[in-house]
Structures are given as C-alpha cells and as structure tokens.
C-alpha cells in the first residue's frame, strides 16, 4: 500500500511513498507554465515505476499552496479526482510547511530556530510563512515545526521589515529565509545557502502521514490567498491576471 | 457487445458539465453553472469561473455517477473539452480528465468543444447523414461547418471575423439597458418589435466579400450601427422604441446567418442543417432558419436548448463517436488550447 503525493504550488513535483514515509519512486518537471501537461505523465511514471496500482493508493496527498491559481488548481483537482476515482481520501498539505520541515534536515536546524519560508506569487510580491523548530526528529524521521505567521503575500520589502527587522527568536538570531520566492529579491530577503527552493513531494507526504496518524483535518483547498480580479463593466481590470491565463473583458464570454 | 460507456467533462467557460453517453444514448447529463456570480459584473471572469469549476467538479462527478446509478468502474472511456474556451477553466476539466483516466486505466479523448456542439444533436436526432452542414452559434462562436464524418472529418466554412451572434446580442442589450446576459431579452424584446422598422447593415454581404468571406459573419458592424441609431436618438431627445430597435437588429443577425449557411447547402449538395450552441435558442433566428430550410427542402435540425447550452453531454456524445469511430486516444500530455482549430476534432 502507498500514498502518492504531488505539488504544483512551483513547479511540478510527484512521489510515491509507502505507509511508513520511505520513497518508492519520485519525478520532478521544472515547467512553470505547463502543469496541466506534466504533471498526469509524471503520475503514471512514478507508479510504474513503484509497479503500483492506482488501486494501491491508500491516499493521495496535494500541496495547498500558496501559489499562482492555475497550477495550484491543477494539483488540487488532480489529487481530488484521482481519490475520487480509487475511493480514497485526498489529504491537503500547504505546500509552504513542506519547504520548512525540509529546511530543518537540510540545513540542521535546531529546535527553536525560526524558519521564513517563501514561494513567487508573482506581480512583484512573495507568499510567506514562518516557522519555529520544534524537534530536529519527529515520528516517520520528519522534523516538527509550528507556524507562528502566514500564510500571507506581500511585496518582499515588506516581509523583510516585518520579520527580520531584528533578532527576536528564541536563540537570538534571525530566522533562516529559505524557498524561491526570496530567491528573486536577494536585496530584501537573502537565502540561505543550501537553502531548499521548492516543496519536496516526498516530505509533502510524509507530513500527511504523520498529521494522519495525529488524526489531523487535512482539508485540500486551496490557498489562494487574493481575490480574483474583477472590474466593474466598462472599466479597466485593475491588474493582469496571476497565472490564470488572459481577462476578458467585461463581455468577453467565450464558450 | 454493447457500445462503450463514455464520461464526458466540459469546462471551457462558466459551465461545469459531465455527462454520460452510451452511442447515441444519454444517460446522464449533470451540469453546475457560476453564471449568477458572473451576472454581478457583466460578464464572464476567467479566475472566478476556475476558482467555480474547481469546486464544483467532484460533486458533478458524483451527481452524474448517482442519478445514473452507474459505477465508475463501468466507465469505457473519458472525453473532455480541450480547446477552444478558457485557459483556466478548461484546465480543470483536463485536469481532471487525467486523473479518470489514470485512475480508471481507461483511455482519454481531447475533443473540440465547438465540434461537440453539432454532434449532441446525435444524441437527439440520432445519426448525422453522409455530409451535414452545421452551424453554432453562441456567446463565444459563430461558426459554420461542414460535417463530412463528425468523428474524423470536418472543414470550417467561415466564422464571425469579430463578435459571436450571442455576444452581438449582449452588447445590444447592455447598451439598452437590459441586465446581462441580453440576448434572452432583446430576444423578448424583438418578438414585440418591427422587424422592419430599421435597416440595419448586413455585415460580409457585399459582393466584393463573396470572394475571401462568403460564409463569414461579421456583427461589430451592426452592433455599432445600433449604438449610433439609439445615440442619435437620444441626442435629439427622441425615445427609443426598445421593440423595434430589438426586432431590427435581431432581424438582420437572423438574416445574415440564414443567408449565409443556406447558400453553403447549396453549394455543397448538403440538404441537412444542424444549429447548436447557446444562442439557438433565439427566436428570430429560429423562425428565419425553419422558413428558409423548409423553402430549399432542407432538413433542419436543432436539438432541445438544454442540449445547446454548454453541457457534459456534447462533449460525451463527441467522445461516443470518436471511440466508435476507432480514433486513437490522447496521450497525457495534451494541452488545452484556447483558440483550438475548428478542424481539429480530436487531439
Ligand atoms: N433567446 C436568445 N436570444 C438571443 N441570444 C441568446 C438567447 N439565449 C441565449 N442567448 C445568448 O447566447 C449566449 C449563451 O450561449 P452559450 O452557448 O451558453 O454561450 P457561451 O458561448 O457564452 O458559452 C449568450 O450570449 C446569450 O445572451
Ligand atoms: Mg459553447
């Protein structure tokens, strides 16, 4: 029996896990624009690879994001429909609490050490979220950590001011910025070295495992985190659309 | 050997459809529709239309399976819309097409959703003869095809340079003041009205257009004719007369469709017509078709409106004969394509 996990809050990334977290087989695809194309491939991929039937799924796990809408919706929709199909539950992870727990083992973070893991939201903003180290090792050998901000978008100027303005955690030093979306603003939001850049599907689910195990809600829905864009007939929409394809204009239907 | 049992799923706009079809036979048509948060602002929002889509898929899903009493294991195969429509929205349905067809190791079929609105007809009619002509008309096409084999072999004859016919009618109806969508009520409003009371532009009639676009529509022409009509009027503190100004209007797009796609009968040798699509259900185009088709002895078909408007079920049929019609399935990586070609029945 195995669950299988994927995430399309960055770029795509799908595994394959047995009941106790170990990888049966994984697939990364760094298409930013196409997820809809990747991503069912890569799903038949890591099952043949693994020889498991779809049948042999005991969950199916989908990173919540943050992130851009159109991908977000297609690892969402994916995860839901597959579940559907095989009759199993659909376990949502934010993707963001994924990028933390990976910070912790690749960077050998210790308990109360703060994390500020980021995503690109686009338009020149960042989605964001803090954490705080709780254990270095946690049941299924993943690290424990506990959000104390976010998720929220904001331009990265302004995470920078509010969050590492000065060293007030625990240990006296800031907290360590990790994920790509510090990556485009070195200027405000510097990333460590060796920092993780996207969710890992695997650690993805790993934690859905675990917050199983805790009988932890794991609703998969969305997190959007902003209002679509709409305008009142006749004005101009007030931005371009994030990663949803082009607005129509106020009559502009298509069938 | 019964025939295969096809879902079909289609999101290309505001419309969560999946429907069932075994061959010529519906099962099962359930659709969820966001129209009513798009009515607040005038028109379809892509992002809100996905966000809608998004939710509203498993529930569609399981009230086609339920009120069908079928199993998802009797599933032969999955069609959905891959193009044209709406990145975001026919994402979704693609999307969640893979995940069937993974999950149910059955093959997928990416079909033209424009396509799939002469074939439903099959569902009501039941089979299209050799060569058909059909013509679909809604709020985002309006296109006039030729039908040589539904499942293998169509050709675009012409389609609107600039507005669709329905879309033409919301833009008449926003600017008399009718809420959105306006065709219904322009449509209510003609029935009343002198449908030659104004003369409005026939658009790509003119001889030297016979050449490059015989059988294409142009309605920004005339929508704006409307404009300046009612703003001189209203300019020299006249009042409008809504009805006749409705019947006009309504009258030349009738004229101009009918025209056109009748003269494409006689020149293929076609003597069957179907119209599909959301805007068949307008009157004055129903009425004109039904008098012109009985006068050239052509059988003219349109199927229930609840078949015109977006829906699973065309999208199913389509699938039914593509399957039948031993076409190959889609791999799963095909992409959704907002502007797909109208030759393009299967990708
Ligand atoms: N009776 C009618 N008369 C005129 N236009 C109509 C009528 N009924 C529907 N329409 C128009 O048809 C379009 C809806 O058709 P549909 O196939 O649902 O369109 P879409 O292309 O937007 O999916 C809208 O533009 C609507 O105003
Ligand atoms: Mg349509």
């Known amino acids: 029996m195995a669950v299988l996990a994927l995430d399309t809050s960055a770029a795509v990334a799908v595994s394959l896990v047995d009941e106790d977290g170990a990888r049966l087989a994984s697939r990364t695809s760094d298409e930013r624009r196409r997820h809809a194309e990747s991503l069912a491939p890569l799903i038949e991929e890591v099952l043949a690879e693994a020889g498991v039937e779809p049948s042999g799924l005991t969950a199916v796990v989908a990173g919540t994001g943050p992130a851009p809408f159109t991908g977000l919706r297609v690892g969402l929709v994916t995860a839901r429909t597959l579940a559907l199909t095989i009759g199993v539950p659909v376990l949502g992870v934010p993707s963001l609490d994924a990028l933390a727990v990976q910070a912790v083992s690749d960077l050998g973070l210790r308990s109360g050490a703060e994390i500020l893991a980021t995503s690109d939201a686009r338009r020149k903003e960042v989605y964001w979220a803090r954490y705080r180290v709780i254990s270095h090792e946690g049941p299924h050998g993943v690290p424990v950590v506990e959000r104390l901000a976010g998720p929220d978008v904001d331009r990265a100027g302004f995470v920078a001011q509010a969050q590492l303005a000065a060293p007030d955690t625990e240990d006296g030093q800031l907290p360590v910025v990790v994920g790509e979306g510090a990556m485009l603003y070195p200027e405000f939001l510097p990333v460590a070295d060796d920092a993780p850049l996207v969710p890992d599907a695997t650690v993805l689910a790993r934690l859905a495992l675990v917050r199983r195990e805790a009988d932890e809600e794991q609703p998969a829905e969305p997190l959007y985190l902003r209002r679509p864009d709409v305008h009142e007939p006749g004005r101009v929409p007030t931005g371009a659309t994030t990663g949803s394809g082009a607005t129509t204009g106020a009559a502009g239907g298509v069938a | ?347």
């Open chain 2, 1 to 347: 050997m019964a025939e295969p049992l096809v879902l079909g799923i289609e999101t290309s706009c505001d419309e969560t459809g999946v429907a069932l079809v075994r061959g010529n036979e519906l099962l099962v048509d359930a659709v969820a529709s966001s129209m009513e948060e798009h009515a607040r602002y005038g028109g379809i929002i892509p992002e809100v239309a996905s966000r809608a889509h998004l939710e509203a898929m498993i529930p569609t899903i399981q009230k086609a399976l339920g009120d069908a009493d079928v199993d998802l294991s009797e599933i032969d195969a999955v069609a959905v819309t891959a193009g044209p429509g709406l990145v975001g929205p026919l994402t979704i349905g693609a999307s969640a097409a893979k995940a069937l067809s993974i999950g149910l190791n059955k093959p997928l079929y990416g079909v033209n959703h424009v396509i799939g609105h002469a074939c439903v007809d099959q569902l009501v009619d039941g089979p299209l003869p050799e060569r058909a002509m059909a013509l679909v008309v809604s709020g985002g096409h309006s296109s006039l095809l030729m039908v040589d084999d539904i499942a293998t072999d169509v050709t675009e004859l012409g389609s609107t340079l600039d507005d669709a016919a329905g879309e033409a009618f919301d833009k008449v109806g926003r600017l008399l003041g009718l809420p959105y969508p306006g065709g219904p009520h322009v449509d209510r409003l003609a029935r009343e009205g002198d449908p030659t009371a104004i003369r409005f532009p026939r658009g790509l009639t003119a001889a030297k257009d016979q050449a490059k676009h015989a059988y294409d529509f142009s309605f920004s022409g005339l929508k704006t004719a409307v404009a300046r009509w009612v703003e001189a009027r209203t300019d020299a503190g006249q009042a409008i007369p809504v009805h006749d100004v409705a019947a006009s209007f309504a009258e030349a797009v009738a004229d101009v469709l009918t025209a056109k796609t009748i003269a494409a009968c006689h020149k293929h040798g076609v003597d069957t017509l179907v119209i599909g699509g959301g805007f068949s259900a307008n009157s004055q185009l129903r009425e004109m078709a039904a008098k012109r088709c009985a006068e050239a002895g052509i059988d003219l078909r349109i199927p229930p409106i609840r078949y015109c408007t977006d829906n699973g079920a065309m999208i199913a049929a389509l699938g039914s004969a593509v399957v039948r019609a031993g076409v190959a399935p889609s791999s799963l990586d095909i992409p959704v394509d907002s502007s797909m070609p109208l030759t393009t029945i299967t990708v």
